[in-house]
Each structure stands twice: as structure tokens, then as C-alpha cells.
């Protein structure tokens, strides 16, 4: 009886498994130093800046970027009369830079139709005559005929209302009287380009 309990408890003995903790080899440290004397000298061009009284000064004055951020922000979100105002601030800083010229451009164009089809011809009139005298180098035949049609809808009605047409100059950027390009596949005519100047 006693032998038999005996193997009983020792068959229910829990075995506990023996841990074999291995040590891993340390990493040899290598310690990397930089040495100015062998780092290549990069020479950037000077194009960039521009010398005034013999100081180098920047290219792009102070804030212009912040208001032309700022404008395209307002352009995007269809806000369009803030964008205006902050495409003039930066117009005065600088004037010969084409991306803010073009987007002056589309936006005294968004401002000015949406006056139109809105009948608010004074509203039209004074942004087409603000866009003529601010960048009359980017205007084409489109802005002088919206030009001459606000007049002449102002006219009918006010007859003391006197303007002068605006001689257009055979400009045209919205629409080409023949397909500027196609693509021909199997003799057949598949795609024809009929503008390549449509305003967003």
C-alpha cells in the first residue's frame, strides 16, 4: 500500500523545466568621428541674391511669400476677394514675378464674371478698370470684351453713363476657330484638341 501511494505521488510531480541563460558576446563599439578637414565644400550660386550699395540682400522681399501663400490659400477655398487683397500686397513688393502675375490674373477674372452674371455691372466695371491699370501687360481681348460689355449694359442703364470702348487687338485666349492638333490611329480621326486656353 505505501509503495503504491508512493508511485502515485511521484507520478503526479510537477517537472519543472531547467532555464539555460546563454550570454551573448558583446558588440565591439566603434567610434565614428567626423573630420572637417575631408568634408566636400558645396559652393551654392549667387542667383539668389542680389547686391545693393555693396551688401548682399535677398531677391524676394519681406513677406512676399507670406501673402502669396496666403493668396493661393484663399484661391483655392474659392475666396476670392481676400485673395486679391493679398495678391496686391505682394504685387507691390514684387511685380515681375510670373506665378503671382498669373493667379492676379485669373482672380480679377473670377471676381469680375461672377459680378456679370450677378448683373452687378458697377461691382464688374470697377474690377476690369482696377485690372487694366494694375497689370495691362496680361490683358488679352477676353477682359476687353467683358470690358466693353459691362459698358455697354451700364449705358442702357444710365444714358449720362459715358465710357470709351476698349479697340480690341485680335487677342483671343479662350477658343481657336480650327483643332490646333489631332492624333490620327487607323486613318480615323480619334482626338481633336479644339483649345488649348480655357481659364479655370
Do not use: C
Request: no cysteine; hydrophobic share 40%.
Amino acid at each position: 500500500m505505501f509503495s503504491f501511494f508512493k508511485r502515485f505521488v511521484q507520478s503526479n510531480k510537477t517537472v519543472e523545466p531547467s532555464v539555460v541563460v546563454i550570454e551573448q558576446p558583446k558588440p565591439t563599439e566603434k567610434v565614428f568621428t567626423i573630420d572637417p578637414s575631408k568634408a566636400p565644400v558645396i559652393t551654392l550660386p549667387n542667383s539668389f541674391r542680389l547686391v545693393h550699395k555693396g551688401e548682399y540682400v535677398s531677391r524676394w522681399p519681406n513677406g512676399f511669400w507670406d501673402h502669396l501663400n496666403s493668396a493661393e490659400n484663399h484661391y483655392k477655398q474659392s475666396r476670392y476677394t481676400k485673395a486679391k487683397d493679398e495678391l496686391l500686397i505682394a504685387y507691390k513688393l514684387k511685380s515681375d514675378y510670373e506665378r503671382l502675375n498669373s493667379l492676379l490674373l485669373r482672380t480679377y477674372r473670377k471676381l469680375y464674371k461672377k459680378a456679370i452674371e450677378d448683373n452687378a455691372f458697377k461691382e464688374a466695371f470697377s474690377l476690369l478698370s482696377e485690372l487694366l491699370k494694375t497689370i495691362p501687360v496680361f490683358v488679352t481681348d477676353t477682359d476687353r470684351k467683358q470690358y466693353n460689355k459691362v459698358i455697354q449694359a451700364l449705358q442702357k442703364i444710365d444714358i449720362s453713363f459715358k465710357q470709351p470702348l476698349l479697340p480690341l487687338q485680335g487677342q483671343n485666349d479662350q477658343s481657336v476657330s480650327a483643332p490646333i492638333a489631332e492624333i490620327i490611329t487607323d486613318n480615323r480621326r480619334v482626338f481633336e484638341l479644339m483649345s488649348a486656353f480655357h481659364l479655370n
